[in-house]
């Protein structure tokens, strides 16, 4: 089953957020089970929302690769975890 992820991590910048993309290499290598990703700020605040195949691949690519792209860009590991809402998709449409 489908998943989406609302995630609202503190403390990034679009620059953050641009190096630990670049870092992970995920335009030329997209995330196995991503379906869907977009990311903007919400008034200072960063917000990501995705869509992935299953719950399972959205943690794997957290694990393997965002986890050890973020901790390269900030120094180490996040002072705090980012507010993230996870639920089924009752409906995907892709164009």
Do not use: C, K
């Not at 290598?29 to 008034?43: R, S």
């Not at 050890?68 to 164009?95: C, D, F, H, K, S």
């Amino acid at each position: 089953m489908a998943i989406i992820r609302i995630i609202r991590p503190p403390m990034v910048t679009a620059d953050m957020y641009e190096e630990v993309n670049r870092r992970m290499g995920v335009d030329a290598d997209v995330p196995d089970g991503l379906i869907a990703h977009a990311a903007g700020d919400t008034g200072g605040q960063w917000e990501i929302v995705e869509v992935w195949e299953s719950r399972e691949q959205a943690d794997r690519f957290d694990e393997e690769r965002l986890r050890p792209a973020i901790e390269a860009v900030m120094g180490g590991p996040p002072p705090n975890e980012p507010q993230t809402t996870v639920y089924e998709a009752q409906r995907v449409i892709l164009p």
